[in-house]
Structure formats: C-alpha cells, structure tokens
C-alpha cells in the first residue's frame, strides 16, 4: 500500500485568459484578457467578463473535435511546463461537461472522450470518464487521494462553449442576466491538465485532502440552506487537515447565481478561526464565466500561479444546480 503524500506535479493550463499558468494569471490580474463580453451583444453594461461563441450550433459532433483540441492544448503545456516528454501514468481521469451545459448529447461526449484518450500523452493509464460541472473535479481527486495503488495519475478537465444561438436564446428569454443573478451565466472554454505524483519532490505543492458535499436545494438563490453543500465540503476538507486548518487563502469558481457561496463559506470559516482577518477571496468566476467541468481546475491552476498565495490554500467549487460541491486544500511548502 503506498501511503506517500500526493503532490502536484505540474498543471497545464489553456483558457480564454492565456495559455500557462504564468500568463493566465497575468491576464486574470491585468485585466487583458483575449476576449472580453460585448455590451453590444447583451445589450447590457455589466462588468468585463471574457465570453466566447461559435456562429452558429452546428451538428452534435463539432462538439468533440473542440473538447479534444482544448484537452490536447492542456497536455502540452502541462509536458512544456514540466519538461517530461514521456510522463506515464497509473489513472488517467477525463472530466468532460454535462449535456445540457455543452449544448451536446451523449453521442457527442462519447466521440470526445474517445479522441481525448486516443490522444493521451501519459502512457497506457486506466482511463476513466466523469461528466459533472466544476465540483465534480474535488469528486474525482477525493477519490484519487483515497486509492493508495498508484503513483502517477492525471486528471484532465476540458469544457467547451455554447453557440451563439443558445447563448441568444438565453439572454431573450432574460435566463442570462437578471436582477436576481446580475453575474450571469456566461460560458466559455478552457481545458486544464493535472499531474499528481506520489513522493514527489518537497516543492511542489501538496494536495493533503479534497472533500465533496451534496447540495440538496433548487434553484432559488436567498434560500437559507443554499450554502449548507460549500460550507460542509469546505468543513471536511479541514476536518482532513486536523491540526493544519489554517487557510490564508480562497479560491472558487461558482457559476450562476451561486457566486455567494463562496463568500458564505468563507464567513463560515473565518467565524471558526481558521482565516485570518483580512485574507482573501479571490473568485475567477467574475472573470471567466461560468467555465463548467473546467472552472474549478482553472481555479485551482490560477491559485497556484499566484506568489502571494498562502501555504494553505483551499479551492472551492460549485454550479449552476443542486448537486456536488467541492473543495480541494492544498499545502505549499513555507516561504
């Protein structure tokens, strides 16, 4: 049984902000992001957010070749970053969007798994596929970390936009801004690449515990038990920290109206003492849109490429639905 700690080993990093961590993260800070939402377009004047679309739908398929060209992009930042040119792997985890937030079907989403794996950069590993939006990544590791048979694993998030027309038909219908969600709705692309070693090297970052709650409410946003799902994977994430459970630092990519919860989660825990008064809270959702299957790992990516960051970091993540909500706690070595 092979009980060594789980470290990340390098993350590659493709999003409308930039390619790399370094340059993502630039973006992200600077405000200069590749494209930006056009106030023409929605006919309304909320803050830069960066959005993208294709012209028009097109069939199912085109889905897969996009899926695979951004998870292809991922692996080779992740293998120029890291300078392996023949990294292996025991797991290999592809976590593609939902259906209904790719505007595909399950057709679609099969073909794309299938040039995903058929391109894979990593050696012979089990493959295995998850569909889920951004808290579903804390699923996958969560289970990752609790498998003690094996060394080297990759996890591999890719999500795509929504064509125009949909993106259209939302926003007529006043589903993509409203007074009760003036963050919106907003789609875009991104495809991120995780590399976890056992018995890596002392620094690189640690992935000490990763924990997943069940949101059980619907749609309404005031609810009162909205923030209980964030607030208890947040909990047991720190539950696996013990004695460590001070964060200096909070990431999260919440989509939709849910971008609260991330700000109820970190009151939660600074009333608990684990976060200093005055930390921050930095949400990438305000700045990338709702990035689906890939939101949370490019928070996670982000976070990582920031110097300021804390030795305790937690990543939080959510969607647009009742359903699965994560938190990944990474420990950085001391400054």
Same mark, same amino acid.
């Given at each position: 049984?092979?009980?060594?700690?789980? @470290?990340? =080993? $390098?993350?590659?990093?493709?999003?409308?902000?930039?390619?790399?961590?370094?340059?993502?993260?630039?973006?992200?800070?600077?405000?200069?992001?590749?494209?930006?939402?056009?106030? $023409?377009?929605?006919?309304?004047?909320?803050?830069?957010?960066?959005?993208?679309?294709?012209? =028009?739908?097109? /069939?199912?398929?085109? &889905?897969?070749?996009?899926?695979?060209?951004?998870?292809?992009?991922?692996?080779?930042?992740?293998?120029?970053?890291?300078?392996?040119?023949?990294?292996?792997?025991?797991?290999?985890?592809?976590?593609?969007?939902?259906?209904?937030?790719?505007?595909?079907?399950?057709?679609?989403?099969?073909?794309?798994?299938?040039?995903? =794996?058929?391109?894979?950069?990593?050696?012979?590993?089990?493959?295995?596929?998850?569909?889920?939006?951004?808290?579903? &990544?804390?699923?996958?590791?969560?289970?990752? &970390?609790?498998?003690?048979?094996?060394?080297?694993?990759?996890?591999? #998030?890719?999500?795509?936009?929504?064509?125009? #027309? @949909?993106?259209?038909?939302?926003? @007529?219908?006043?589903?993509?801004?409203?007074?009760?969600?003036?963050? *919106?709705?907003?789609?875009?692309?991104?495809?991120?690449?995780?590399?976890? @070693?056992?018995?890596?090297?002392?620094?690189?970052?640690?992935?000490?515990?990763?924990?997943?709650?069940?949101?059980?409410?619907?749609?309404?946003?005031?609810? #009162?038990?909205?923030?209980?799902?964030?607030?208890?994977?947040?909990?047991?994430?720190?539950? #696996?920290?013990?004695?460590?459970?001070?964060?200096?630092?909070?990431?999260?990519?919440?989509?939709?109206?849910?971008?609260?919860?991330?700000?109820?989660?970190?009151?939660?825990?600074?009333?608990?003492?684990?976060?200093?008064?005055?930390?921050?809270?930095?949400?990438?959702?305000?700045?990338?849109?709702?990035?689906?299957? =890939?939101?949370?790992?490019?928070?996670?990516? &982000?976070?990582?490429?920031?110097?300021?960051?804390?030795?305790?970091?937690?990543?939080?993540?959510? *969607?647009?639905?009742?359903?699965?909500?994560?938190?990944?706690?990474?420990?950085?070595? /001391?400054?």
């Amino acid at each position: 049984m092979n009980t060594d700690p789980v @470290r990340i =080993a $390098g993350i590659g990093l493709v999003c409308a902000a930039g390619t790399g961590l370094g340059s993502a993260h630039a973006a992200l800070i600077s405000g200069d992001f590749m494209i930006s939402r056009h106030p $023409g377009w929605f006919n309304r004047d909320y803050e830069r957010q960066v959005c993208s679309w294709v012209e =028009a739908p097109g /069939p199912a398929c085109a &889905l897969a070749p996009r899926l695979a060209a951004l998870a292809g992009a991922a692996q080779d930042d992740l293998l120029r970053m890291t300078g392996a040119s023949d990294a292996l792997a025991d797991r290999v985890a592809l976590l593609l969007p939902l259906q209904n937030d790719a505007d595909g079907d399950a057709a679609a989403l099969a073909a794309a798994a299938q040039q995903i =794996a058929a391109q894979l950069r990593f050696g012979p590993g089990t493959v295995t596929v998850h569909p889920g939006g951004s808290a579903h &990544l804390a699923v996958v590791i969560a289970t990752l &970390l609790a498998d003690p048979g094996w060394q080297s694993a990759v996890v591999i #998030a890719a999500d795509c936009l929504l064509p125009s #027309a @949909r993106l259209a038909a939302l926003d @007529r219908g006043q589903r993509l801004f409203s007074d009760r969600n003036p963050w *919106g709705s907003i789609p875009s692309e991104a495809g991120v690449a995780i590399w976890l @070693r056992r018995g890596a090297p002392a620094f690189l970052p640690a992935l000490p515990a990763a924990a997943w709650s069940e949101e059980p409410v619907g749609p309404e946003d005031h609810g #009162a038990p909205l923030f209980r799902g964030m607030s208890d994977a947040l909990s047991g994430g720190l539950d #696996a920290l013990g004695s460590q459970a001070r964060l200096d630092d909070i990431w999260g990519d919440c989509g939709n109206g849910r971008y609260h919860a991330s700000e109820q989660a970190h009151a939660v825990i600074r009333a608990g003492t684990a976060l200093p008064a005055g930390a921050p809270l930095v949400n990438p959702c305000r700045a990338l849109g709702d990035c689906g299957a =890939a939101g949370m790992a490019v928070a996670l990516a &982000l976070s990582l490429a920031d110097p300021a960051a804390g030795p305790v970091t937690a990543v939080l993540g959510t *969607g647009n639905h009742a359903g699965p909500r994560g938190a990944l706690i990474i420990a950085r070595p /001391p400054r």
